[in-house]
């Protein structure tokens, strides 16, 4: 097990360079000069003044030493600066990095709980109407568009019902502190949450019902029923254990997006997270804060393809112990 | 009064099934410490009694009449916790695939303690002492390290020990073994027979047994129940009905049973159609991350053969002796390490590319599973003919050769434009060996091609072979793990253990003469030779 995880890093490390370099790459065969965009800005669209911003920021160098420049940094997790923001890009990044775990986790965790539970009900109830109902609420939300839904549950529970606030991270002048400001960002967490984990939920339903449903017929559910176990501990203990692989591999996909996922929702819920900070990034032409968020995301991904390796190994000793 | 007693018992299919009823008006009784034998091919509706008696029937089908009394009370009528406390307890069973009979996810231990936690009986320490010592029962090797092993890491053979080791856990009063040894090679079969003969014996509890197989039947079975359509049409001590059955379906199950009988060797032609020379397979297997010692496995070693126009020649050996291996090797599915592998004098064992495109229509397989060997969205006609398109026949006259090729092995050309699923496993493979013959290929492989088959279809699709191989002078590798199979339809075997060839001659000397201890064993194996021998008394005394 320590050697394939070794491996897998190894491995990793070599695909996050190649990332690195991808990305760059892309970034730079866009059509568009960062410095003519920010001396335009600047109203200042002389010669002498873009020389000036493409020395200042290395842009009038060879495009390999520029790359190197950047790999150089970013192995050090020196991301760059944003010139917009008059900050290291890290330190951006970092500065939203909670808000956007705090959401994308709490609708993992919602999706998994939600979707997984509910998959088994309607295995349990396989062709009743329970079933039925489960099974087309997963379908509307698997076809749902986010941003659709996103838009229709603000309006209906912050704008008509009022029942939860609709936009932001915490009430604003409200200073609240110790519990009252949990219970505060618990409640603006409520709505992104639910709709970030809304597709996930559905899809977790579809699989766990599907997954269940064929491992009921397998051999050794018949020979657990033989050796006269109760049904509960069959669906528990044979059933939902080996029904919950695939389940698996999904979740490790979701929480590959765990950062670079909540475009859509921070930016409809005005969530200060990192996917409003690209959103932001890209509509000013902030290459090295889109940049840093692509990094970011692409190692999140890796980071979690690698824990669901492993927790695929814990749950399933045909891989764990295979020679 | 009997242990058990089944009486008019009707099970009821759902509406829409090819029949109304799965089992029909059937009647037995089984006394302690018997064995009953219920024979029938698939369909028959024996299975459907063992799971009616277990309360395990599939869902939609239900008993319909008749009363199935386990020591004077009616199953049927019993509620499901009164099942439960039934179930593992007093009647256990043991099922067809031991490969997928145990939770792949548990360790050993824990499935065999679940049946103790299932009745609430022992402490943890206590169930798992028991565990040890009924893994020791069934002979399993080294019941310390099994107990902690996970099914995956057990062959076939020791899963199925396992199975049964969870089913006697209990001491159950009757032991329901549906096809118990179906899956197994015949040593392990044989294993298996001696193992349950040996229980029964000890424990004296009564054994309702379900196979296909008559070698099984007369090594094993007290009395003999043969199953048609859901009905029982002959039953009666087992030497009865070996020996003077009664019910014509009875004497044609008898009769399809392949003899150990030998061909004589076909002629050899001055050149050898295929010839292998010192063929080795190796499989490196690499896993667990770029530390680990890779685990290499010999399949197949030095392998030389020659095989002649006309002629069959048999592979025969237990799971693993690499006979498909060697197999898949000759139609280039795998590329041999070393050796030399020609046909008709080229040497086709390394080429890539176009050359072995063209190879490919001179050499053809027969594969085991005719269900999973032909593609389920494809008509027959699309299977049949894709050969002969790949290698620019035109599209008409590739529809007119697979028509033909359909009457060639017994179908009617209408099947043309029908799909697998609307033929039954023998036709399946008719049509399998039609798409091997379309290409005219010099050699065809068949890898177990009648394994997967009922006796009556299996001797079927044999004479089919045999006719063909008369016919159309066909010279084929038959890899078998059934030495009557073999010897009815090869003129020379191979026999072949963990990777290398231990005995290669005539069937008549490598079967009748035996020279290793290993073919021998083989031999030994093979269920119902006492009754053959008793057979061959009758006859004589006949004459």
Redesign the interface.
């Known amino acids: 097990m320590l050697g394939f995880i070794a491996a897998r890093l190894v491995k990793a490390v070599f695909i996050l360079l190649a990332i690195l370099v991808l990305n760059f790459v892309l970034i730079h065969a866009a059509p568009g000069d960062p410095a003519a965009v920010m001396a335009g800005e600047a109203g200042a669209a002389d010669e002498k003044f873009l020389q000036d911003l493409r020395e200042r920021f290395g842009l009038d160098q060879p495009f390999t030493v520029q790359l190197w420049n950047y790999m150089k940094g970013a192995v050090q997790l020196d991301l760059g600066f944003s010139y917009r923001q008059q900050m290291p890009v890290a330190e951006l990044i970092w500065d939203r990095l909670p808000a956007t775990l705090l959401l994308t986790a709490t609708a993992f965790v919602i999706s998994i709980v939600i979707g997984v539970a509910a998959g088994v009900l309607a295995a349990q109830t396989q062709g009743t109407w329970w079933d039925t109902l489960i099974s087309s609420l997963a379908l509307l939300f698997y076809a749902t568009p986010l941003f659709w839904v996103a838009l229709m549950a603000s309006l209906l529970f912050s704008v008509w019902l009022g029942w939860l606030p609709g936009f932001g991270y915490q009430t604003i002048g409200a200073d609240y502190t110790g519990l009252a400001r949990v219970l505060d960002i618990g409640k603006h967490l409520i709505l992104p949450a639910t709709t970030l984990g809304l597709f996930f939920t559905a899809i977790y339903m579809r699989m766990t019902r599907a997954s269940m449903l064929e491992v009921s017929r397998l051999d050794f559910v018949k020979t657990a029923r033989a050796k006269g176990l109760r049904n509960s501990v069959i669906q528990r203990r044979h059933v939902l254990r080996n029904a919950l692989l695939p389940v698996i591999t999904l979740a490790g996909l979701q929480a590959g997006q765990i950062v670079g996922g909540a475009v859509l929702t921070e930016t409809v819920f005005a969530w200060p997270g990192i996917g409003r900070l690209m959103f932001e990034a890209i509509s000013q032409r902030d290459y090295n804060v889109i940049l840093g968020v692509f990094f970011i995301s692409a190692a999140m991904v890796l980071l979690f393809n690698l824990i669901t390796d492993i927790l695929y190994g814990i749950v399933d000793p045909r891989i764990r112990l295979a020679q | 009064m009997s242990l058990l007693a089944i009486d008019t018992l009707s099970i009821a299919l759902p509406k829409g099934a090819d029949r109304e009823l799965a089992v029909k008006d059937v009647s037995f009784t089984l006394d302690k410490g018997e064995i009953l034998c219920i024979v029938g091919e698939s369909g028959s509706g024996k299975s459907m009694s063992a799971n009616a008696l ?1 309360g ?1 029937l599939p869902e939609g089908v239900t008993p319909s009449a008749g009363s199935i009394t386990f020591e004077g009370r009616d199953l049927l009528t019993l509620s499901e916790p009164e099942m ?6 007093d009647i ?2 043991i ?1 067809q ?1 031991p490969l ?7 360790r050993i231990g824990d499935q065999i303690a ?2 103790f ?3 609430d009986l022992l402490t943890p320490p206590e169930r798992r002492k028991r565990a040890l010592e009924l893994l020791h029962e069934v002979g399993l090797p080294d019941p310390d390290t099994t107990i902690r092993a ?1 099914p ?2 057990l062959s076939g053979g020791q899963r199925q020990r396992v ?1 049964i080791a ?2 006697l856990a209990l001491e159950p009063k009757l032991l329901i073994a549906d096809e118990p040894t179906t899956a197994l090679d015949v040593t392990t079969q044989a294993q298996i027979l001696d193992l349950i003969e040996d229980l029964r014996k000890r424990h004296g509890m009564a054994v309702l047994f379900i196979t296909h197989d008559f070698g099984v039947v007369a090594d094993i079975a007290d009395r003999v129940i043969v199953m048609q359509h859901g009905e029982v049409v002959e039953a009666g001590e087992a030497d009865k009905v070996l020996l003077d059955p009664t019910h014509s379906y009875t004497r044609a199950l008898l009769d399809a049973i392949p003899k150990l009988t030998f061909r004589d060797s076909v002629e050899q032609t001055a050149q050898p159609i295929l010839s292998v020379r010192d063929l080795d397979m190796t499989f490196t ?1 690499r ?6 010692k890779p ?1 290499v496995v010999k399949a197949v070693q030095k392998a030389t053969f020659d095989l002649y126009q006309g002629e069959t020649i048999g592979i025969v050996g237990e799971s693993g002796s690499g006979k498909s291996t060697l197999g898949r090797c000759l139609v280039r599915l795998l590329t041999p390490q070393n050796g030399v592998v020609k046909i008709g004098g080229q040497d086709i064992s390394k080429i890539t590319g176009d050359a072995l495109r063209q190879h490919r229509r001179r050499i053809q397989m027969v594969f085991q599973d005719p269900y999973s060997s032909l593609n389920p969205r494809s008509r027959i006609g699309t299977i049949l003919t894709e050969g002969l398109i790949a290698y620019g026949t035109d599209k008409a006259s590739a529809r007119d050769k697979a028509r033909e090729l359909l009457s060639v092995v017994g179908l009617d050309p209408s099947a043309m434009d029908r799909f697998p699923h609307e033929f039954s496993g023998g036709q399946r493979q008719r049509v399998g060996i039609a798409r091997a013959l379309a290409l005219d290929p010099e050699v065809i492989i068949a890898d177990e091609a009648v394994s997967a088959l009922d006796v009556s279809i299996q001797a079927q699709v044999l004479d089919l072979l045999a006719d063909l191989k008369d016919r159309l002078n066909l010279s084929m590798i038959f890899i078998t793990h059934d030495l009557r199979v073999a010897a009815q339809v090869c003129d020379r075997i191979i026999v072949m253990q963990r990777g290398e060839m231990v005995e290669f001659g005539p069937s008549a000397q490598v079967l009748g003469n035996p020279q290793t201890a290993y073919t021998q064993s083989l031999l030994d194996a093979i269920p119902g030779k006492a009754h053959e021998a008793a057979l061959a008394a009758q006859k004589e005394a006949q004459a």
């Open positions: 277990m395990l439960l406390a039934l179930r593992g307890k256990s069973m099922f695939e997928s009979a145990l939770n792949p996810l548990m679940e049946v936690e299932a009745h996970y995956f890491q199975v969870m089913a297997s896993t667990g991350g770029f530390f680990k685990r």
